[in-house]
């Protein structure tokens, strides 16, 4: 049983990374934010426009804030990129690493900026005409701030294997799936484990795009960039407590035990796959205790210094990690090559096993945002 979810989560695991081990990172263009209604913006506005005309080879990208909230995130994030300090407004100007402020600096350096970045070949040449926003990778560079680096793609597939291992979502789905056989229906148990699964996916989404835009929009994301690092190392040492004293302290790092009565009997009432997709988006404020650690981790290193362009992928990438144990215990199942009873008692066999590797990988990230 654990030789064969092992070796079919390797295989599912290695053929998702592989699409990703190619991403490349693109070039920034001259961005000007202004807003509908601005005076200021407006009195400057024409003037962008004619340089934009006069120097077709130039990649300038005006974007509205004040009525585009993909483009307010986007200028949020080049606020803090470029240490713009407070009080903070438009029209704003980012080119070559600096910004211009207000509409009589914009004037002054708009046209100079333009001739700078047309005399750096190799960057306009290399450029893949980005035109929504720029990559982490160049805001970093520009910045030229230390502290602030790319997200890693193996830092986010580390903290997703550690949330995949978890054992609440296995138990969950244990509980759902039992329920569902109840009939000796095997195919109305997959489509309930498909759909469950279906729903933990895109409540998960969901609940990750609401806390970096909430995080991007207040301006905290800097803040709690700077305390991932703690708080994964937290996470590692509560898990490897748990492997060395299991309950220990008073809690695990688990579904709370005082929550799993209620959450087992409203699981045991669910009879379809309807019931199952809906039961998933109540299940995950049950399941956020267990495995929300690892996602908050990424949570707070996406929404530093990140576009749209890379926190939505990597955020899909990191839920069908997630997911991906549920899919193949379902699908195992199924084709009767694993009994119920026998995947519940391989997820309490190697419960401790699961958070000596959580502890371990978290820890070691937590070291690795801190350091690098």
Known sequence: MSRRISLIYLIVVIFVLIPFSVLKAQKSPIYFFYGDGCSYCAKVSPFVDQIKSEYPEAQI???????????????QGMYDSHNVPY????????????????????QENLESEI?????????????????TEPSVENIAETNGDTESHPISFWAVTGAALVDSINPCAIAVLVILISA???????????LGGIAFTVSIYISYLLFGLGIIYTLQVS???????????????????????????????????????????????????????????L???????????????PYFFVLGLLSHNESWSTI?????????IFVLP??????????????????????DKNIRLFHLIGGLIMVALGIWVIIF
């Not at 939505?312 to 069908?320: E, R």
């Not at 090559?337 to 995947?343: A, D, N, P, R």
Request: with cysteine; glycine share 10%; hydrophobic share 50%.
């Open 279 to 293: 039961i998933g988006f109540v299940v995950i404020l049950f399941e956020l205790p267990c495995t929300g650690g």
């Open 219 to 277: 301006g905290l994301s800097g803040w709690f960039y700077k305390i991932v690092g703690i708080i994964a190392i937290l996470i590692g040492l509560f898990n490897l407590k748990d492997f060395f004293w299991y309950g220990g302290g008073g809690f695990v790092m688990e579904i709370p035990r005082s929550w799993r009565p209620r959450m087992k009997k409203m699981l045991r009432s669910v009879t379809s796959p309807i019931g199952a997709f």
């Open 180 to 190: 569902l056989m109840l009939a000796q229906e095997k195919k109305r148990a997959l």
């Open 87 to 106: 009080p903070r407004g438009v029209p704003i100007l980012f080119a070559n690493g600096k910004y211009y402020s207000g509409y009589l600096e914009i």
């Open 326 to 347: 549920l899919i193949i215990i379902t699908i195992l199942i199924y084709f009767g090559l694993s009994k119920i009873e026998s995947v519940g008692q391989w997820k």
């Open 115 to 131: 001739l700078i970045y047309l005399d750096a070949p190799s960057e306009a040449e290399s450029d893949e005409n980005v035109v």
């Open 312 to 320: 939505f992928p990597l955020l899909l990438y990191y839920n069908l």
């Open 61 to 75: 990208e005006k974007l509205e804030v004040w009525h585009d909230l993909d483009n307010g995130i986007l200028l």
